[in-house]
């Protein structure tokens, strides 16, 4: 399974980095995805970091301003957000795919998504 966590209330222009840990299982077996749920909308995947830990991140927003790394041995990855926006409010999942490879051009949650956490939320007031 995989639980997330360090969502909170940040400002517009700043940052805040998701934790995502893993049990039951190693980073070097399964890709690790993030989505994001913005209020009254649907899942997107935003990024997501493979089994050898190359790093994937979706759409223009993303690919900007996200960072996703991981620490093997805390069993543990991350997502650095930067220059924050209103649009970035929202519910953040981590997730464990049924591979070890990510996407390539988009991420969707039909993907493939064995395991869902249960979601952390994030802020951003203007």
């Known amino acids: 399974q995989v639980a997330e966590s360090g969502g909170g209330l940040v400002q517009a222009g700043e940052s805040l980095t998701l934790s995502c840990v893993a049990s039951g299982f190693s980073l070097n077996e399964y890709a690790i995805g993030w989505f994001h749920q913005a209020p009254g909308k649907g899942r997107e995947g935003v990024s997501c970091i493979s089994h050898l830990g190359t790093a994937h991140n979706y759409g223009e927003r993303a690919k900007g301003r996200n960072i996703v790394f991981r620490m093997p041995s805390k069993n543990t990855v991350y997502l650095r957000m930067d220059n924050l926006k209103t649009e970035d409010t929202g519910v953040y999942y981590c997730?464990?795919?049924?591979?070890?490879?990510?996407?390539?051009?988009?991420?969707?949650?039909?993907?493939?998504?064995?395991?869902w956490g249960k979601g952390t939320q994030v802020t951003v007031s203007s």
């Open positions: 997730v464990r795919l049924n591979g070890r490879d990510c996407p390539l051009d988009t991420f969707t949650a039909d993907y493939g998504v064995a395991d």
